[in-house]
């Protein structure tokens, strides 16, 4: 197979993106180029021929058996509710690497994460929205699933309790919330509740009816409706213990994340029913920029990245990407945000074309860390490629014409839709491409 221009303008710019240690290679419809970031953490980048057009997929693979790697979720600016690129989160972080992260709610700006997230053994945000999530143990044993929880505030003095509600996120009537620092300085609740200041040792410092301080180390009780006759038998020093369970194996995890949907379990596809179980709209499932995380057998952590930019790069169906995580080596895997932040971070640079040729906001990252690493202060460089307007190929308006995916749909809101706060939740949809006006004005010619 011959290389085009295109090839070889894309081989010559990865050669200044990738300078050592990388390698170049083709097989059948396919090209990789690789480099070793350090040990135990390899870079590929694949192009894809495929029918519909070129496919770029960038995919990292980290040995956990390296004693100075680790991998833990990130929040942007280090509060539930930021937004902050993936490349700011990784390098505040002194990282090596990284990749956007979770789902997150974008009503009213609250920009809160999808699921349970654990960060340290501390969990800094639970929703009732139930995903497939990723946790990884002290050992770094990787577990996957639907973590259940079971969360209780107890009077020490009486041994009187009220169930959590969820950690994090807005009271609901009839409530109970825990708010730590992660959310912010105030748990911006109103005045119809009750709320106990507690302190790091356990200990009521105050009582207040809404938009309490959140101590630096400690926590608020948030209390609404009946809950609120809990409160009324808490006086100023009492003790208050916090019991937050996780079953099985995920009470060991130290670092989780939620994702969605589950794409591979031991070996074998399973997103069609993961998808209908786990509640994903029929607007998501197009074509389009993905992120995922899988592991192999032997304990290698694999992120993927597949760009879509056309023409340059197709993207991919949950379908699809279940298959590329199978390729890739991935004996389970989940997939994560997807769409405009879909980014792969690598010792300074963004290896991937992202969806709208800027980087997008995240609420939160997946970062690699590495003992004694410093991140490369190297200078700009060009992108490994650049989009270069031409005109469509009979090929390319063939696959426009053939597409579903070419207009924004308008989405109808279901049942399934009223979701972590009881209300119509717009979660950060996935955007879809629209046909440049030039092309749409040749399709509607005939051509």
């Given amino acids: 197979m011959k290389l085009k221009a295109n090839d070889i303008l894309l081989t010559a710019a990865l050669t ?10 083709s097989e059948q419809n396919n090209f990789v180029w690789e480099k070793q970031v350090i040990s135990g953490i390899k870079y590929s980048h694949l192009k894809k021929i495929t029918g519909l057009g070129p496919l770029h997929v960038h995919i990292l693979k980290i040995d956990l058996k390296n004693s ?5 979720p990130e929040l942007a600016g280090g509060i539930i509710g930021n937004l902050e690129k993936t490349s700011d989160i990784a390098a505040r972080n002194n990282a090596v690497a990284a990749i956007n992260g979770s789902f997150f709610e974008t009503r009213k700006k609250l920009h809160l994460p999808i699921g ?6 501390q969990v800094v945000n639970k929703s009732i ?6 946790g990884i143990t002290k050992d770094k044993e990787i577990i996957f699933g639907i973590p ?18 969820g950690v994090n996120r807005p009271r609901k009537n009839d409530e109970v919330i825990i708010y730590t620092n992660e959310y912010g300085k105030t748990t ?13 040792k356990g200990s009521v410092e105050a009582i207040t009816q809404g938009n309490s301080k959140i101590p630096k180390d400690g926590y608020v009780v948030s209390l609404h409706g009946w809950s609120r006759d809990f409160a009324a038998k ?8 916090i019991s937050y369970d996780l079953a099985g194996k995920w009470k060991d995890v130290d670092q989780a994340i939620t994702g969605g949907p589950l794409l591979v379990k031991d070996g074998q596809a399973v997103h069609k029913e993961s998808l209908i179980m786990e509640k994903f709209r029929d607007e998501l499932l197009a074509p389009n920029s993905r992120t995922a995380i899988g592991v192999s057998k032997d304990r290698e952590l694999i992120f993927v990245v597949v760009d879509r930019q056309r023409p340059f790069s197709i993207g991919v169906t949950y379908d699809e990407l279940s298959e590329i995580m199978k390729e890739a080596g991935a004996d389970n895997a989940v997939g994560l945000d997807g769409g405009h932040t879909s980014t792969m971070y690598i010792n300074g640079k963004i290896v991937n074309k992202p969806l709208t040729r800027a980087e997008g906001m995240v609420s939160n990252a997946i970062i690699v860390k590495y003992d004694g690493w410093k991140s490369a202060l190297a200078p700009k460089v060009k992108a490994a490629y650049q989009f ?8 390319m308006i063939e696959a426009l014409k053939s597409g579903a995916e070419l207009t924004p749909t308008t989405y109808i809101p279901r049942p399934e839709d009223f979701g972590m706060f009881g209300l119509y939740d717009i979660y950060n949809r996935v955007i879809k491409p629209v046909v440049p006006a030039s092309i749409a004005r040749q399709l509607s010619s005939g051509l």
């Fill in 388 to 395: 270069v307007y031409k005109p469509p190929s009979e090929e």
């Fill in 148 to 165: 259940k929880t079971k969360g209780y505030v107890m009077n020490l003095s009486n041994n009187k309790s009220v169930p959590i509600w």
């Fill in 16 to 25: 200044v993106l990738l300078p050592l240690g990388c390698s170049c290679r």
């Fill in 116 to 121: 349970l997230m654990i960060i340290d053994g």
């Fill in 188 to 200: 911006g609740t109103n005045k119809f509740g009750k709320e106990l200041i507690v302190n790091s």
């Fill in 68 to 72: 100075k790697i680790s991998v833990k």
């Fill in 234 to 241: 808490i006086k100023i020093s009492d003790r208050i213990g």
């Fill in 129 to 134: 929205l139930e995903r497939t999530a990723i």
